[in-house]
């Protein structure tokens, strides 16, 4: 599958968006009706349909049984079903996801799988690469695909991918070899060298941006703040991160980073962050942090699904630290919102799975710090889109058709030099 | 001056518009010319600017002496210098500020009165008229007054004036009987009554917003924070709240509830607020709280200036007192940043005249509790426009041509009856 379609020029692949958006829009049609709606010359347009027949994102049906004046009816095409679009991938801190549409933009399947922290970037790229296979295993083509919209850990100033330079900027991603993501040996940013390898595996352009950023969007678009114009989302993971909608339109902040909930202070005294920083909500929120402190006070769990175990049998040192986990939340959670008002909170994350022991708190917390002429102005949700939320805002980053990204920067591939080196057809 | 011009039809109202623009772009122009440029019908425009003159909007100027091929030389019109076109007005707790421009958007005039807190709104409305009477006596003529742009304390859901509704919104003004605010005996809701008893002053729009979010547009625009995207504005005065331009566009939150840095918790254990919640930051850092505190440590001062006056003489007692202000500020700052991502901090509002005394451990605790990889991307700015910062920004919203409000509800004036009813000439 690999470099089995080099990219065309841009103009070509306006006009195949041309024909594509047609049958999307219409259904089946012949070539004289497409011919009629695109307004292209009859022989551009039956390149295109070659091309596109050729590689099997279009299918050709059968003419139905109405009879027609005379002459045998027009064959009509129709969106393979089958013909994957875009694909998502999110490599997260500790596992990878994977998402595709079809050319309906239907969700035709998802994918994830979890790995060690420390798993080189190449295995990473081979690991997305099998997950993806079992779509396309399950009868997903990649003849049609567009692209592919990557979601990594830590500050990404936009799909254009210009990953923040500068000494600090691999460390607020997690701590240096934690996630992985620094760069190695002094060489080019992690996000960068992510961005080629896939670029080389799948031969499309590869759009990057901050993967809680995109299940921010994704919650946004489809899951629990779907048609929110002024949404909070908070994620407690590995890491404790979140993204903004803004008065319509997914925020990136002035260097892309917005959004690190994570990183505020909950405690001056509290234990060193990973970001260089002290007493951040992370080193209380975290799934690390979390089990640590639980194992601290003589629990016994070696991850979520097993604290959420003690939760669920109402063992009270399991409620009680939650208790005070999702204080910390709340009071964070108030503080963002006097500022930006937001009319919906959605919190993700495995944590999230503890459920009422986590949430009641944290309402708790919210209530009493937040102005209250805004208590009752502002919804607390639990996200619904599970792991692959980020996977899914990269697809909404490649098809940009969300109204959420109307200012966002339109994606761009990392290396416009690539994309023409590789030439057109 | 009031009711001398009834409120002409919308398309009217265009016309005059684009006639008006015309000359602001081109400078003097004949009426043969002003024809080819605007697509009127000769009728049109000259009844057009037949009413233009007559109200001293525009002038007509003598023609110049270079010869012309034949006949006199045609006579030119010029926009009135004289002439205002927008007028903005800040209804502060404890003063007002007002100023206005010319229909080259000129600022022509400024002016600023202390009031005290309970002065009731009719006496407020009666020195708005009369402090904007100083500046048509400097030779100012109302003729061409196209609106008025007002800010007010407290939550007001966009320029539309809708005022939040609900049994606290005036408490988050400012509390009971601080301000004024407050509907009086279940009336209607103050806003609505100032933006009525103005119309009724001047006989044209009036649209109403926050006034510290307007005070934020106009640093955004012209002052400390020119040009830039993602600006974070605090206040600190008699109340201490700010506003935010995110990703290019003023923001409003979901209710018109953003901005209010002063209601974050810095200290759970602290004063009650007037917002009903307990330690937010106004409870330490607004003009009162600051200089009750600095006479319960036995400082002497009855107002800002003297305290800066205590603070330019080195008094310890004053600079320990502000150090400790300008940490809890710059803790609320650096979350808010890491949340939404700024990059231009600008502070402003009278406590702001302490200088370095309070920027210093502002610096040292945003420093402290940012993300040390947004450390050196976030500039901290002293607000440039003084007191009139909000009355500006009113002017702004009734221009409407910054792209900071490119996506901000276009100014609506509350009763569109009332503008009907006065009927058109």
Do not use: K
């Given at each position: 599958m690999s470099h089995s379609r080099g990219p065309l020029s841009q103009l070509r692949r306006g006009h195949e968006e041309l024909v594509l958006g047609l049958l999307r829009k219409h259904g089946p049609l012949s070539r004289g009706e497409l011919g009629k709606h695109c307004g292209l010359s009859r022989t551009t347009l039956y390149d295109i349909l070659a091309d596109l027949v050729a590689e099997d994102a279009v299918v050709t049906a059968s003419p139905q049984d109405?009879?027609?004046?005379?002459?045998r009816p027009a064959e009509t095409l129709t969106l393979n079903?089958?013909?994957?679009?875009a694909i998502g991938i999110d490599f997260a801190r500790r596992g990878l996801h994977v998402a595709a549409v079809n050319l309906a933009h239907e969700i035709v399947g998802a994918a994830s799988e979890p790995h060690a922290a420390d798993l080189p970037w190449e295995e990473r790229v081979d690991l997305a690469e099998r997950l993806v296979g079992t779509l396309t295993g399950g009868?997903?083509?990649?003849?049609?695909?567009?692209a592919i919209g990557v979601g990594v850990v830590g500050p990404v100033s936009g799909p254009d991918a210009e990953a923040v330079p500068g000494e600090s900027g691999q460390e607020a991603?997690?701590?240096?070899?934690?996630?992985?993501?620094e760069a190695e040996d002094g060489g080019e940013p992690v996000p960068h060298r992510v961005q080629l390898l896939l670029r080389e595996r799948f031969g499309v352009p590869v759009l990057l941006d901050n993967n809680t950023r995109l299940a921010a969007l994704g919650e946004s678009i489809w899951g629990a703040?779907?048609?929110?114009?002024d949404v909070l989302y908070l994620r407690l993971s590995h890491g404790v991160g979140g993204g903004l909608v803004v008065g319509g339109s997914l925020h990136r902040g002035a260097y892309g980073?917005?959004?690190?909930?994570?990183?505020?202070?909950?405690?001056?005294?509290?234990a060193r962050c990973d970001?260089?920083?002290?007493?951040?909500?992370e080193t209380v929120a975290s799934i690390r942090a979390v089990l640590d402190a639980y194992r601290a006070e003589g629990g016994r769990a070696d991850d979520v699904p097993e604290l959420v175990k003690a939760v669920k049998a109402g063992e009270a040192r399991a409620l009680g630290l939650l208790d005070g986990v999702g204080v910390a939340i709340g009071g964070v959670l108030a503080a963002v919102c006097n500022a930006i008002g937001p009319s919906v909170i959605v919190i993700g994350g495995e944590?999230?799975?503890?459920g009422e022991a986590l949430f009641d708190p944290i309402e708790r917390a919210l209530s009493a710090h937040v102005m209250p002429v805004s208590l009752h102005r502002v919804s607390l949700r639990r996200a619904?889109?599970?792991?692959?939320a980020g996977a899914l805002g990269g697809i909404a980053l490649v098809l940009h058709e969300s109204p959420l990204l109307a200012?966002?920067?339109a994606g761009q591939d990392l290396a416009p030099g690539l994309y023409q080196q590789e030439g057109s057809p």
């Open positions: 109405t009879p027609r004046g005379r002459g079903p089958d013909a994957g679009q009868g997903l083509r990649l003849g049609a695909l567009r991603a997690g701590g240096p070899g934690q996630d992985g993501l703040a779907a048609g929110g114009r980073l917005s959004g690190e909930f994570g990183h505020i202070t909950v405690d001056r005294d509290g970001c260089g920083g002290t007493g951040c909500l944590l999230a799975e503890t619904t889109l599970g792991e692959v200012r966002y920067p």
